[in-house]
């Protein structure tokens, strides 16, 4: 199993500001994955973050409002941009899921909420 | 239709009750399958991985029924402690964590 460290752990942001959320991983990892968790809803992967390449978005998520870094294979960050109250969710990241390592490890997560 | 779809619940047993979850995916080219529990505003963490002939972990019992695509969970002797939300996970395809989908959970309380 991987040891993800996640900061912030929670945050009360204004309207129209970004926050960024950090993920460390104790060990190298080719793919690390940005998940969304609205109240009361599941998880929704926001994108994949891939180091040394771009990320790779799902559908109904945009670079320009979620901005993913990846400058090595422990870490990644993902910043909230011109955030909203609609924005208000848990925020996760995770490793894991694929090859021989299906099993996802997540983050304790980022709790969000945008006044 | 949801690709995973699970009772909501909440489900509110007594202690030492026996209590069992299903989960339908609707994609029969599934691979893999997981269930996940979720404690309030914690992050999901591994319950069991869900094997084709079925699979055991202390209380915890896990089956996959592939021709009706379906899993389950059942929880013998509940515990206080196993109060959470119980996600159920589909995996499709090896190569992509696009391709794993989870369920909106089920929610399980537990009374003295």
């Known amino acids: 199993s991987a040891v993800i460290s996640q900061k912030p752990s929670r945050d009360i942001c204004q309207r129209g500001t970004s926050l960024t959320i950090q993920c460390q991983v104790d060990s190298q990892v080719t793919m690390m994955f940005w998940y969304r968790q609205q109240p009361g809803q599941s998880l929704t992967l926001i994108a994949t973050?891939?180091?040394?390449?771009?990320?790779?978005?799902e559908s109904g998520f945009v670079i320009d409002k979620f901005p993913i870094s990846r400058p090595n294979l422990t870490f990644s960050t993902l910043t909230v941009s011109n955030m909203s109250p609609e924005d208000s969710s848990i925020y996760l990241c995770?490793?894991?899921?694929?090859?021989?390592?299906?099993?996802?490890?997540f983050g304790s997560g980022t709790q969000l909420s945008v006044l | 239709r949801k690709e995973v779809e699970q009772d909501p619940g909440p489900f509110n047993v007594p202690e030492g009750a026996t209590v069992a979850f299903n989960c339908t995916y609707s994609n029969s080219a599934s691979q893999s399958f997981f269930w996940y529990r979720q404690d309030c505003r914690k992050e999901p963490k591994l319950l069991m991985s869900?094997?084709?002939s079925g699979n055991e972990d202390g209380r915890f019992t896990a089956q996959l029924n592939r021709a009706s695509q379906y899993i389950s969970l059942l929880i013998r002797d509940s515990k206080l402690s196993d109060s959470a939300t119980y996600l159920c996970v589909v995996r499709g395809a090896y190569s992509s964590a696009s391709k794993i989908i989870f369920g909106s959970g089920t929610r399980l309380s537990i009374r003295p």
């Open positions: 973050a891939n180091q040394g390449s771009e990320a790779t978005y």
């Open positions: 869900v094997y084709s």
């Open positions: 995770s490793v894991g899921g694929t090859g021989t390592t299906e099993k996802l490890f």
